[in-house]
């Protein structure tokens, strides 16, 4: 008995360990290339922007990045009270900034953090709160859609281009390194997504308890998804939606300022930018190396009216200005609050 107890005990630790080692080593690793595709007249230039930047542009986009997760907050509370429950702003943005911090350290696990910090500080069932953290992002993929279709209606000339450095940049054309791959990349991560789910059909078939699990939490979930349309504050919720995106964009946008070079461009390419660095975020938690190359691919567009793949070392290093600063920012506030959190919790306690 003892036997099998560290057997699933060794098991579930190795399970951990992998969940939070490669998506790591998956960023890690695309920082080494992007890196690597840079010729070595590049890689100075990139550095000699970092040390050129003008920082109080990117302390000013920060500013606006907290606006934004403060008004994140203030919106969810808007959610939770037509199911009954009126929570303390603290808590809830509290609970926020943990999720932000817990996301870096353990992949896609920050929505269920924030929905057990709010079980731990207000008493609202996981499934509920959860919910009404589904029903912000059904509300963000919504916003994001108006974004790019704004984006893309005042730069349609320039799709060609777009698909053009997205080629060229995968098979390694136009650039002094070999990025051919990011197809291989683009492969396993499609095939992973198909094997997990055919495995979680197979589970919530044979696994009865699993099951159950998985329909009370739908069932919570929906009812969290739909609160907004019990709400008595519907106005003020599409007003917070409208000002964290408008801050979301502004926050980028300065900071485009940093630099001489970047300072010159428009609002279609900060746009553009802004998308493709919200890309980056999805397609790898936490954006870790994909946002920045993904930023600094498509400004390079308007840098150069090229599509030739090559990397602008001026658009890569706002990439990296951009991602480091916001990064930072929410370990930061997610330590704070990690912190905040459990000395109120420990005093209620006692």
Not at 115 to 123: H, I, N, Q, S
Not at 187 to 192: A, C, D, E, L
Not at 296 to 318: E, F, K, R, V, W
């Amino acid at each position: 008995m003892k036997q099998v107890l560290k057997s699933i005990e060794l098991k579930t630790k190795i399970i951990s360990f992998l969940k939070l080692s490669l998506p790591i080593a998956f960023g890690v690793g695309l920082i080494w290339l992007f890196y690597d595709a840079l010729c070595e007249n590049q890689k100075e230039d990139l550095f000699k922007a970092f040390s050129e930047a003008n920082y109080f542009w990117v302390i000013l986009s920060l500013i606006f990045g907290w606006f934004s997760h403060l008004s994140r907050a203030q919106r969810q509370k808007y959610l939770l009270k037509p199911m009954g429950y009126t929570v303390s702003f603290w808590n809830t943005y509290h609970a926020l900034m943990i999720g932000y911090l817990v996301n870096f350290a353990f992949p896609r696990a920050g929505e269920a953090s924030r929905a057990g910090m709010l079980l731990k500080t207000e008493k609202i069932p996981f499934e509920k709160g959860f919910g009404t953290i589904i029903a912000e992002r059904a509300f963000d993929f919504l916003m994001l859609g108006v974004i790019t279709l704004i984006a893309i209606s005042l730069q349609y000339d320039k799709l060609d281009l777009f698909i053009a450095a997205k080629n060229n940049f995968v098979s390694g054309d136009g650039s002094c390194g070999n990025t051919m791959v990011f197809s291989v990349l683009g492969s396993i991560v499609k095939w992973g997504f198909i094997l997990a789910v055919v495995g979680g059909v197979v589970l919530f078939i044979v696994k009865k308890e699993l099951r159950q699990k998985i329909i009370n939490l739908v069932k919570g979930v929906f009812e969290g998804v739909f609160a907004i349309f019990k709400s008595k504050n519907k106005l003020p919720f599409i007003g917070h939606t409208l000002f964290i995106w408008t801050m979301y964009v502004i926050m980028f946008s300065v900071c485009f300022y940093a630099l001489d070079s970047t300072s010159v461009l428009g609002i279609d390419a900060k746009l553009a930018g802004f998308i493709a660095g919200t890309v980056g975020m999805i397609v790898v938690q936490g954006g870790i190396g994909v946002y920045p190359a993904f930023v600094g691919l498509i400004l390079t567009i308007y840098m150069t009216n090229s599509g030739d793949g090559a990397i602008s070392p001026q658009a890569l290093a706002l990439g990296w200005i951009i991602w480091t600063s916001q990064t930072l920012m929410m370990i930061v506030l997610g330590l704070i609050s990690l912190l905040v959190n459990s000395k109120n919790t420990k005093q209620s306690n006692g």
